[in-house]
T-cell receptor, first 114, second 111 residues
C-alpha cells in the first residue's frame, strides 16, 4: 500500500541554519504531496503542497519539490528561526480510495535554538 | 472563509466512562469530514471519515464510534473508555485540490 517515510528526529539547529527534512513515498499513481506543521498543543496546519511531478510548493520561506524519479518531497528552508520549532509531517493523498485519504509520515520534530 | 471547531479542548476521563467529542465546520456545505488520533510521539491514525449525513466509514476497528447528525457536525463517541484511548484527537475537513484542513484538536487523557 501507499506509505510515507520521514527522517527520524529530533532535528536540532541553530537559528539561521539551513534546514532539510527528508521525505520519501511509495505510491501507485500520482498522488498529491503535502507538508503539514504542528506547533505544540495545536492541530495541524497546511504548510505547502504539490499536485504533480516537478511542482514546487512554497510558503513562509519553506520549499519542497515533487520529485517523481526519486519519489521524494524533501522540505527545505534557507534560514530557520526559533519560531519554526514544531513537528513537521509529510503526507500524500491516496488516489486509490473512493474518498480522499491522506497517508502521513510519523513526523519530524525540529528544535531551533537562539 | 471556512472554520473548524472542536470541543472540548482538553478532557480527563476515568476508564470505563463514556466519551463525546464534537467537531463543527463553518463556511462550507456537505464537506468530507475526518477523525484522526495522534498517540503521544506518534503520527496520525485515521479513525473515521464521512462523505455525508449519516454516512460513516471506519478505518480501524476499535472502542470508538462516530456519527454525523448534521451536515457540518461530526461526533466521536465511546461507551466505555480504555486507557489506550488516550491521545490527541483531530477533526479535519476536505477542501479543494485534495487538501485537508484540521481543527485545533482535543487532548484526551484516560486515567
Amino acid at each position: 500500500g501507499n506509505s510515507v517515510t520521514q527522517m527520524e528526529g529530533p532535528v536540532t539547529l541553530s537559528e539561521e541554519a539551513f534546514l532539510t527534512i527528508n521525505c520519501t513515498y511509495t505510491a501507485t499513481g500520482y498522488p498529491s504531496l503535502f507538508w503539514y506543521v504542528q506547533y505544540p498543543g495545536e492541530g495541524l496546519q497546511l504548510l505547502l503542497k504539490a499536485t504533480k511531478a516537478d511542482d514546487k510548493g512554497s510558503n513562509k520561506g519553506f520549499e519542497a519539490t515533487y520529485r517523481k524519479e526519486t519519489t521524494s518531497f524533501h522540505l527545505e528552508k534557507g534560514s530557520v528561526q526559533v519560531s519554526d520549532s514544531a513537528v513537521y509531517f509529510c503526507a500524500l493523498s491516496d488516489v486509490n480510495t473512493g474518498f480522499q485519504k491522506l497517508v502521513f509520515g510519523t513526523g519530524t520534530r525540529l528544535l531551533v535554538s537562539p | 472563509s471556512q472554520t473548524i471547531h472542536q470541543w472540548p479542548a482538553t478532557l480527563v476521563q476515568p476508564v470505563g466512562s463514556p466519551l463525546s467529542l464534537e467537531c463543527t465546520v463553518e463556511g462550507t456545505s456537505n464537506p468530507n469530514l475526518y477523525w484522526y488520533r495522534q498517540a503521544a510521539g506518534r503520527g496520525l491514525q485515521l479513525l473515521f471519515y464521512s462523505v455525508g449525513i449519516g454516512q460513516i466509514s471506519s478505518e480501524v476497528p476499535q472502542n470508538l464510534s462516530a456519527s454525523r447528525p448534521q451536515d457540518r457536525q461530526f461526533i466521536l463517541s465511546s461507551k466505555k473508555l480504555l486507557l489506550s484511548d488516550s491521545g490527541f484527537y483531530l477533526c479535519a475537513w476536505r477542501g479543494g485540490a485534495d487538501t485537508q484542513y484540521f481543527g485545533p484538536g482535543t487532548r484526551l487523557t484516560v486515567l
